[in-house]
């Protein structure tokens, strides 16, 4: 079966400091996979999207990169962060027909 | 502009009775609907999904309703449980589509009192 890990649960980091979310995909190959935020009264953001290894498509101009150094593996990163960067990160994956699973999430709180 | 919009924020339901939650979409292009419900500091989790094809799609206390002409959906809860409450976004795209074609609303917290 599928599985998703999203790492860390909770991350707390000073403004201006780096950032490394990381997400793994197990059981499948060549999933699509996201990378969403939920903020207070935004609902679910869609950030970043990929197809496949090295493809990588922006929804949202913002101070994140995505990357997908392979197949199964999605990175959110910051080189700098902000306080408007805080929130609530979501690593999904898909086979594009039957909709999404979600990971279980990262609270990123920025100080 | 938003394509998706679940315009109650909020839902306050006794417990045993009826959750009533409702999403409207502006793009009849979109084919392929679905609920997901998302307890706090968790991913959200997949509840039920409905295509064009169909008007309802039931799945024990859950039951997903589909008007093509009005571009609204609503998910009906009934008896509505302590542990529904949750936040519940709805979400749509295109059947069989790929990268990023799932649009969601902003999501609709239900809270079931006992």
């Known amino acids: 079966s599928q599985t998703i890990h999203q790492w860390p649960a909770t991350l707390v980091q000073p403004v201006g400091s780096p950032l490394s979310l990381e997400c793994t995909v197990e059981?499948?190959?060549?999933?699509?996979l996201y990378w969403y935020r939920q903020a207070a009264g935004r609902g679910l953001q869609l950030l970043f999207y990929?197809?496949?290894?090295?493809?990588i498509s922006s929804e949202v101009p913002q101070n994140l990169s995505a990357s997908r150094p392979q197949d199964r593996q999605f990175i959110l990163s910051s080189k700098k962060l902000l306080l408007s960067d805080s929130g609530f990160y979501l690593c999904?994956?898909?086979?594009?027909?039957?909709?999404?699973?979600f990971g279980s999430g990262t609270r990123l709180t920025v100080v | 502009d938003q394509q998706v919009k679940q315009n109650s924020p909020s839902l306050s339901v006794q417990e045993g009775r009826i959750s009533i939650l409702n999403c409207d979409y502006t793009n009849s292009m979109f084919d392929y609907f679905l609920w997901y419900k998302k307890y706090p500091a968790e991913g959200p989790t997949f509840l039920i999904s409905?295509?064009?094809?169909?008007d309802k799609n039931e799945d024990g206390r859950f039951t997903v309703f589909l008007n093509k002409s009005a571009k609204h959906l609503s998910l009906h809860i009934v008896p509505s449980q302590p542990g529904d409450s949750a936040v519940y976004f709805c979400a749509v795209g295109n059947y069989g589509g790929s990268q990023g074609n799932l649009i969601f609303g902003k999501g609709t917290k239900l809270s079931v009192k006992p």
């Open positions: 999904a994956w898909s086979a594009g027909t039957y909709g999404y699973t």
């Open positions: 059981g499948t190959s060549n999933p699509n």
């Open positions: 990929s197809v496949g290894i090295g493809q």
């Open positions: 409905i295509s064009s094809i169909k």
